[in-house]
């Protein structure tokens, strides 16, 4: 029985990169998905309120939608890059993570 088991190669059909939903899993990024359900929210009511008549109202459900929803998606891409440069100066757990030289 191979005893160095954990150091083997990780097998042909393993994901190499992120997992699907992954990106739920962290805290860091709810706030950021929070913003992007909020705006999405205020963008279907602000329609309702076009078709129903309430144009300022719906206006103003408009304008909510779009700072709500470009807060959420700075908020998600900022995340995304302090994690990039985070891993960047680590060392990386397995070969395959390693870049090529160049």
Request: avoid cysteine; hydrophobic fraction near 45%; charged fraction near 20%.
């Amino acid at each position: 029985m191979d005893t160095h088991r954990e150091h083997a190669l990780p097998e042909e059909g393993a994901p190499v990169g992120p997992v699907a939903g992954e990106t739920l899993k962290d805290p860091a990024g709810w706030p950021g998905h929070t913003m992007i359900a909020v705006g999405l929210l205020a963008f279907a009511l602000s329609l309702t309120g076009f078709a129903v008549g309430r144009s300022g109202l719906a206006t103003a459900g408009v304008a909510v939608a779009v700072l709500a929803l470009s807060a959420g998606v700075g908020w998600l891409v900022a995340e995304h890059r302090r994690l990039r440069a985070r891993a960047s100066t680590l060392t990386p757990e397995r070969p395959e993570d390693v870049a090529p030289p160049q």
